[in-house]
């Protein structure tokens, strides 16, 4: 299991209704990630900087969630939760947390309103 990597901590929520999710791996601190993208229509937020050469090199946490576009929202909280926290990359006196997201299309399975957002990416 991946909360057997020390450090690593994983939040789920889960809408039994809908028939969709989001899962988020809270990452320690220095963790460095990388990812590729592929698709026809893939649904991501911030996987750029997962490329090498990128300024920010390192990632706080990583989102998959459900809900196709929609669920992208769900970094919001993400990105929130971690900021309450102190948080993210450094920048003029602030933290930024950086959150890749990727999200499945699942809206066809269970309600088509069914979407993950940012209270349930918080939870």
Excluded: N
Excluded at 37 to 49: N, Q, S
Excluded at 90 to 97: K, N, S, T, Y
Aim: proline share 7%; glycine share 18%.
């Amino acid at each position: 299991m991946i909360t057997r990597v020390q450090g690593i901590r994983v939040g789920h929520w889960t809408d039994p209704v809908g028939l969709t999710g989001c899962t988020v791996v809270l990452c320690p601190p220095g963790t460095i990630g990388s990812g590729e993208v592929r698709g026809g229509a893939p649904g991501t937020r911030e996987t750029d900087l997962l490329r090498p050469g990128m300024l920010v090199q390192e990632v706080d946490a990583v989102l998959l969630t459900g809900g196709s576009a929609f669920g992208l929202a769900a970094a919001d909280g993400v990105v929130r939760f971690l900021e309450e926290r102190g948080v993210g990359f450094e920048a003029g006196g602030i933290h930024v947390p950086i959150v890749p997201a990727a999200v499945l299309f699942d809206l066809g399975i269970g309600s088509t309103q069914a979407r993950p957002g940012p209270d349930q990416g918080y939870a």
